[in-house]
Every structure is written in C-alpha cells, then in structure tokens.
C-alpha cells in the first residue's frame, strides 16, 4: 500500500467505528465493491487522488456501516436458501437503512458522500438502463430503480428509473400495477414500505413481493447467485452457507425494535446530484473474504 492509501484507510477505518458503533468493525480497499462480510467491509479501490472519488469511498462505507447498525442479520437466516427472496429483500432492506440515515441523523456523514457513491455508479456504468432485460431480470431491476426514485427521490438515478418504468408498463402492465400497489405511495407513511421499521418487517414485504413477481416472470428453479444483476448491488455479499451471510454476533449490536414505526415521511432524503467526473474501477486487487 501507498503512504496515502494506508492514511486514507485509517481514516475510513475511524469513521466506520463511529458508524456503526461497532468496535469489531474493520475495513479494507480492495476489489470493484462495496462488501460487508461479518465485520470486515471492503470499499472499492478508486483514485485516490480524486476528491469525489474519496467521497464515493466514503459513501460505501456509510452505506455498510448502516448494515451493521441497523439490519437485523437473523431475520434473513430462514430465507438465506432462496435467492429470489434475498434479491429483492435486500433493496428494500438498503432503502429502508439509508432512510433511516437520514431520519434520525444518526450516522454523522458528509451528507454529499452517499450522493457521490451514486453518482460513481451511474458514471462508472454500474447502474444504467438496459433494454434488453426481460421477466425476472427486468423486475429486479424496475424494482431497484423505482424504489431509489420514488422512495429516496434520488436524482442521480432519475433517466434509468423513468426508463425502467416505461419499460415494465409496456411489456408487463400488471405487474408494474400489483408491485407499485403492494408498496404503496412513497409519499403516505402508512403505506406498506413505510411501515417497514425493523429488517423482519422488510422480509414479510419482500414476499410478497417476490409473489407477485413469480405471478408475471418465468424463474427457473436453478435460478443461481450468478444471475442477479449484482452491477446493482451496493450492500451485503450474502457469502452465508447456501445463499445468506455472515451475521454479526456482538454485544455491541443495537437492534431496532421490531414494534417501532417511525415516520419516515419526514425523513431528510438524500440530496441532488453532485457533478463529477469519475474515474474507473480498478481490478487489480480481490476483495479479502471476512472473519
């Protein structure tokens, strides 16, 4: 490592004790994404020479140290054989942690890292429209980018996720209508995703969810990890026997109460879009594998 890269990885490694507030917690640059595997969380290696690029870092670290504050990790443990359900688990569940981010401040961030760790994956390619996803692939994806738009009004995603919604309108109207009216209105804190205060409550939904999808889609029963789109994937690699992960087990992890409803409609969402130039991924190194 380079004099400036051990520097910078002392300082994410402070900065991701205070977030998650998890003195186990260790972190790592290496590899093209943002892992949490028990309590090590890999950021992506990216210029460091680059003042957006080292916010973007920072942004993926907010991001996972999130996890380890706020997911309830066991709640997966019964679902962690079937990938359909992790899959779109885990978007509700990365919506639901960022949300919380913003409505009880309690992670004190740059408020413009998480932005530039969107916009680093809008830019490096990692989150763009492709028009030739179909059934599953297709929902999957409509599903991510509709819930960062309407959900987190973030802009940076804003062409991709209008593309997505027009693309599901067009070639699948009742499921674009049974998905959307499952989740409710993004603007009413009783519908059904707002309501989602605890990782278990996110899990229920996600089945519901997943039903709706298998309704409209061909899922093929050797549906495998290798067939997630994981370009979108900026959260947990679920590396847990079969399809899960591995849990944290620390005293120090505060788990949320699964009675809690909190008024997410006035959360603080996170902000525009910052505009950078921003520089590619590297390959060069392999993300290391957690304890």
């Given at each position: 490592m380079t004099y400036e890269k051990n520097t910078f990885l002392e300082t994410l490694s402070e900065l991701a004790v205070?977030?998650?507030?998890?003195?186990?917690?260790?972190?790592?640059?290496?590899?093209?994404?943002?892992?949490?595997?028990?309590?090590?969380?890999?950021?992506?290696?990216?210029?460091?020479?680059?003042?957006?690029c080292k916010s973007a870092m920072t942004g993926f670290l907010i991001h996972e140290c999130a996890h380890l504050r706020f997911t309830d990790f066991e709640s997966f443990m019964p679902v962690a054989s079937d990938p359909c359900l992790c899959a779109v688990a885990k978007i509700l569940e990365d919506i639901r942690i960022e949300r919380r981010i913003g409505l009880y401040h309690e992670i004190p961030c740059n408020e413009n890292a998480l932005s530039d760790a969107l916009v680093y994956m809008v830019r490096s390619g990692r989150m763009s429209f492709d028009i030739k996803k179909k059934g599953w692939d297709l929902a999957h994806c409509f599903l991510h980018f509709y819930m960062r738009s309407r959900f987190l009004k973030q802009k940076e995603i804003a062409q991709p996720a209008e593309l997505y919604e027009l693309l599901v309108k067009r070639q699948l109207p009742e499921l674009y209508e049974d998905l959307t009216q499952a989740l409710g209105c993004p603007d009413d804190p009783g519908s059904a995703f707002n309501r989602c205060a605890h990782t278990s409550h996110v899990i229920k939904l996600a089945r519901t969810l997943v039903d709706i999808i298998i309704d409209y889609t061909d899922v093929s029963e050797s549906y495998s990890r290798e067939h997630l789109p994981d370009e979108l994937d900026l959260s947990l690699d679920f590396d847990y026997p079969h399809f899960g992960l591995r849990k944290p087990a620390s005293p120090d992890f505060e788990r949320e109460d699964p009675n809690e409803h909190p008024d997410t409609a006035n959360c603080d969402l996170l902000p525009d879009i910052s505009h950078f130039n921003a520089c590619p991924l590297t390959h060069d190194e392999t993300a290391g594998q957690g304890e």
């Open positions: 205070s977030y998650s507030c998890c003195e186990k917690v260790r972190v790592q640059i290496c590899g093209d994404r943002a892992v949490l595997s028990g309590f090590l969380i890999s950021i992506p290696k990216l210029d460091l020479h680059s003042e957006f």
